[in-house]
């Protein structure tokens, strides 16, 4: 279909040049896009509410809701596009109801104790390494690791840190987040700062030449893969038997601040939520808080009644 492919193409050079996306949102909106364009295959009428109706059925038959609900999002900022440039009279989202209940997963966290295990490994590791290289590869992986827990960022943000985001004279990291924002985090641990430090040092030709903070063995940007292969390694040694995911140490850092009365405005600032409500699922998280608010907090605790 020539022109729908002629308005995606279209609409992903608006979002890279004017809308300033990053490339992976720019990906992600290319696949759910040309899966659209597939669907209609020259056939269907691409602007019609029932064409867009049995494409959404289609989604819900193939997809878990979090993607489709992607897809969808995808999808209505497209046609919002073409709306907006005037080559669509009509939205046909604007008749179509494609809300649906999502079941709400609540995030997987690291016990605290796991941290510490896994955190004593990295370092232990660093002193039985045999050989310079593997001197520096632990440097930078504590420095990774340390760092991902210490300010809740996504792996994303964490693999696309430029040297000049990391400030070790005032001890901040300038996060470049979702929706090209940014917000500036302080790092407040001493360890944390030593290991940027120590690692920095060990790396500063490298991180020259290639351009990004985290730097993988062929002196190149440091990749998620990368990071997640990390992870596993250290989580074996340090023999977690629970599967680790970078993203566990952001809902970790979420948590075990909430555990610690930190108000949640502030932790939705520093995990760069848009919205109270996406941080608001980490109250459901924290049992552990809320077993020890009942057992030692509650009022009845305090009260004397008589029996008989």
Do not use: W
């Not at 360890?191 to 500063?204: M, P, R």
């Not at 390694?233 to 952001?250: C, S």
């Not at 409500?277 to 552990?288: G, Q, R």
Request: aromatic letters at 12%.
């Amino acid at each position: 279909m020539i022109t729908l492919s002629k308005f995606i193409t279209e609409y992903l050079s608006y979002c890279e040049y004017r809308k300033r996306l990053n490339f992976k949102t720019l990906k992600s909106y290319r696949i759910d896009l040309n899966q659209y364009l597939a669907f209609c295959d020259n056939s269907l009428d691409f602007l019609s509410k029932n064409t867009l109706d049995l494409y959404i059925t289609e989604l819900h038959k193939r997809y878990k809701p979090k993607s489709v609900k992607r897809k969808i999002a995808s999808l209505k900022a497209f046609f919002h596009y073409l709306e907006y440039t005037e080559l669509l009279e009509q939205n046909p989202f604007d008749k179509l109801d494609v809300h649906f209940r999502e079941a709400k997963l609540l995030p997987k966290t690291i016990p605290f104790y796991s941290i510490q295990k896994f955190l004593s490994v990295l370092y232990e590791q660093k002193n039985l390494a045999v050989s310079a290289y593997q001197f520096r590869c632990c440097l930078r992986d504590i420095a990774a690791i340390e760092l991902l827990f210490a300010t809740g960022m996504r792996i994303s943000e964490l693999c696309s840190l430029h040297p000049s985001d990391i400030d070790l004279e005032n001890n901040t990291v300038l996060i470049y987040g979702k929706g090209a924002k940014e917000r500036i985090l302080q790092i407040g641990n001493p360890e944390v700062i030593v290991a940027l430090k120590s690692y920095q040092d060990s790396f500063k030709e490298d991180i020259s030449n290639c351009g990004y903070f985290f730097v993988n063995k062929q002196k190149h940007k440091l990749s998620d893969q990368s990071v997640r292969f990390m992870i596993n390694r250290y989580a074996n040694l340090a023999g977690i038997e629970q599967h680790i995911t970078p993203h566990m140490f952001r809902h970790s850092f979420a948590t075990l601040l909430l555990e610690q009365d930190v108000d949640i405005r502030y932790i939705q600032k520093m995990l760069g939520h848009s919205s109270i409500s996406t941080t608001e699922i980490y109250t459901h998280v924290s049992s552990a808080k809320q077993k020890d608010i009942l057992v030692n907090k509650h009022p009845r605790n305090f009260m004397v009644v008589n029996d008989g």
